[in-house]
């Protein structure tokens, strides 16, 4: 039973978004019955009063959103709520999957980045909610700079597979090509530039450790997704200036190609 009195006045100021870790989970508002599936979320002012139940146990997983940051972008100046959303629906997906990621990393950014997420997830709640024009503008552009993290994360993970293209990325987020290349036209750098640069920082950062000094460039060049040494040396010293080697302190014991 969600807390009533003095303690759901002082929550009035904010909406909560719940989504079943596993289903069917039901919420009973008296007048109204929402039902959730694995997956499904549902978005309820915190000032209004619930029970929960399921056959195998409530089991959901909440996020609370302070309504300054919600009821600005929609329309009529406040959501029409309970709110059911299903996951199966294309919105769902896509909000399910930017609660994923903000759920698995929220502890370990600052506070200031923080808010900055949280305004952004309020976009994308208010696209649920039915947006102002204001609020489809914010809603947009949150929604860009989650898909363009998502694909920026898929680089990070898969930066060392020499198969690492457009193509392979599009299939991996289900986006299509097109769609990966615009995700970083933002940040200034086409795609195989941005894969191009990270492999060679995460290649100076090895040559210039201690603890790959057993490796040799050939292997380290390689083994962060380089088909050519002869494309990695060109790259190498556009980027740097210099010479692979010439960044290997004279204290390791270099092993050349």
């Known amino acids: 039973m969600f807390p009533a009195g003095d303690v759901a006045r002082d929550c009035a100021e904010h909406v909560t978004l719940?989504?079943?870790?596993?289903?069917?989970?039901?919420?009973?508002?008296?007048?109204?019955?929402?039902?959730?599936?694995?997956?499904?979320?549902?978005?309820?002012?915190?000032?209004?009063?619930?029970?929960?139940?399921?056959?195998?146990?409530?089991?959901?997983?909440?996020?609370?959103?302070?309504?300054?940051?919600?009821?600005?972008?929609?329309?009529?100046?406040?959501?029409?709520?309970?709110?059911?959303?299903?996951?199966?629906?294309?919105?769902?997906?896509?909000?399910?999957?930017?609660?994923?990621?903000?759920?698995?990393?929220?502890?370990?950014?600052?506070?200031?980045?923080?808010?900055?997420?949280?305004?952004?997830?309020?976009?994308?709640?208010?696209?649920?909610?039915?947006?102002?024009?204001?609020?489809?503008?914010?809603?947009?552009?949150?929604?860009?700079?989650?898909?363009?993290?998502?694909?920026?994360?898929?680089?990070?993970?898969h930066l060392a597979e020499p198969d690492l293209t457009p193509d392979h990325t599009a299939r991996a987020l289900g986006m299509s090509t097109r769609q990966v290349h615009a995700m970083l036209e933002p940040i200034g750098e086409t795609f195989a530039r941005h894969v191009t640069r990270r492999r060679l920082e995460a290649c100076r950062l090895a040559l210039e450790n201690p603890a790959f000094s057993h490796r040799s460039i050939t292997d380290i060049a390689l083994g962060w997704g380089f088909g050519s040494l002869a494309t990695f040396y060109r790259a190498f010293r556009a980027a740097y200036g210099t010479a692979p080697g010439d960044l290997r302190p004279a204290s390791f014991e270099t092993r050349s190609d």
């Open 18 to 157: 719940y989504r079943a870790e596993r289903g069917p989970q039901s919420f009973d508002f008296g007048a109204e019955e929402v039902t959730l599936e694995a997956g499904d979320m549902c978005i309820v002012s915190t000032a209004k009063r619930f029970r929960s139940r399921s056959r195998d146990g409530v089991a959901f997983r909440t996020l609370i959103v302070p309504a300054a940051f919600l009821v600005p972008l929609i329309a009529g100046g406040g959501p029409q709520m309970p709110l059911h959303i299903r996951v199966a629906s294309p919105f769902g997906a896509l909000l399910g999957a930017s609660l994923d990621n903000i759920w698995d990393r929220i502890l370990n950014i600052s506070e200031e980045l923080g808010d900055a997420v949280l305004a952004n997830l309020a976009g994308l709640l208010a696209v649920a909610c039915g947006t102002s024009k204001d609020g489809t503008t914010i809603a947009r552009q949150g929604a860009a700079q989650m898909r363009r993290d998502l694909v920026l994360r898929h680089i990070e993970c």
